[in-house]
Structure formats: C-alpha cells, structure tokens
C-alpha cells in the first residue's frame, strides 16, 4: 500500500467531504421536518371536520323520526 504524497491533502478532502455530506444530510432533516409539520396542519384540520360531522350526524339523528313498525300491508 502506498502512502500519499501530502497526508494534510487527504485528510483536508475526507473533512471537506464529510462537511458536504453533513450539510446535505442537515438539508434532508430540514425538509422532513417542514413536511411532517404540513402533514400535521392537515390532520388537525381533518380531524377537526370529522368531530363537526360527527356533531351534524348526531343531531341530524336525535331529530330523526322513528321509523315505522313493520307491520302486514292492508292487502293481506
């Protein structure tokens, strides 16, 4: 194996490459963090439609006549 003529060139590019890689990786976290949060923004506000559905429905229902008893047609 062979050593490389300028060991501090070396180590200056591995460092330079795990900065790059770092910055990278910092963008990737960045960009999940601001989709998981809009993901969260649009489950609140599903959830806040289901609970006034569900409010509707429920009063909708109370106010519901009962249905009618099964009972034989006057033809019988």
């Known amino acids: 194996m062979t050593t490389p003529a300028h060991p501090d060139e070396t180590q200056s590019q591995r460092l330079a490459s795990l900065e790059e890689h770092i910055a990278h990786q910092a963008n990737t976290i960045e960009e999940l963090s ?25 009063a909708l229902e109370e106010g519901a006549l009962e249905a009618p008893a099964i009972t034989r047609p006057p033809h019988y």
């Open 34 to 58: 601001d989709q998981l949060a809009e993901q969260w923004r649009v489950v609140e506000q599903l959830r806040s439609k289901v609970d006034r559905l569900t409010e509707r429905f429920l």
